[in-house]
């Protein structure tokens, strides 16, 4: 897949300087901090035991009492 991305030239010269040092075309090196920042995401999510959670059967669930909400005052969105 090929696409385009601006960054600001600070940042640009920093690539430029690895690029350099490592002898690595940009593109190499921008691929790897993607694959690097991608795989710390992944580390941010819920396991799938939350996911797959789908509550106590013994406890009554917080949307029954839904209609017991008042809807806010002018003042609650202030």
């Known amino acids: 897949m090929?696409?385009?991305v601006y960054i600001e030239d600070k940042l640009g010269k920093?690539?430029?300087?690895v690029c350099q040092v490592t002898g690595k075309k940009?593109?190499?090196v921008i691929r790897e901090a993607l694959e690097s920042w991608l795989s710390q995401q992944q580390?941010?999510?819920w396991s799938k035991l939350i996911d797959n959670f789908e509550g106590d059967k013994k406890i009554v669930p917080f949307e029954s009492y839904r209609s017991e909400l008042h809807p806010p005052t002018e003042e609650d969105l202030i």
């Open 2 to 4: 090929n696409f385009n």
């Open 43 to 45: 580390l941010l999510t």
């Open 26 to 28: 940009r593109n190499a």
């Open 14 to 17: 920093k690539l430029q300087q």
